[in-house]
């Protein structure tokens, strides 16, 4: 019967210390090593700043979130396509149409000049 009651005291022992160290797992305050009611907290609020990163903040130009920019940078890249490509829009040819007529007005230029040149020569 002591022998029994011995087993029992350190059983009861072990389950105290038991406690004790789930008690401190639960509720350790280290950031590098969080409880789980830290690490509960930690997960909450990096999840409300994945949010903010996402959605932004309403008003504040200076946090658009990744949504919204990823929009502006989409609506920057078909403006960016239309300037370099024209459009369709004969008033406003575009990057490569409008250097493909600097081109050709620098041919007919440069063939001018020698017609003039030549006309020039025979002048005299």
Do not use: C, W
Request: proline content about 6%; charged content about 15%; cysteine-free.
């Amino acid at each position: 019967m002591n022998a029994g009651a011995a087993q029992l005291n350190d059983g009861a022992a072990r389950l105290k210390a038991g406690f004790a160290t789930l008690a401190e797992k639960l509720n350790a305050t280290d950031p590098q090593n969080p409880g789980v009611v830290l690490g509960t907290s930690m997960l909450a609020e990096g999840t409300a700043k994945i949010r903010v990163g996402m959605d932004g903040v309403p008003g504040n130009p200076d946090s658009p979130g990744l949504i919204y920019a990823a929009n502006n940078l989409q609506d920057g890249t078909t403006k960016l396509s239309a300037g370099i490509n024209g459009g369709g829009d004969p008033a406003n040819p575009g990057l490569l149409a409008g250097t493909e007529a600097l081109s050709d007005g620098t041919v007919a230029l440069s063939h001018g000049t020698g017609q003039l040149q030549t006309g020039s020569a025979q002048a005299r």
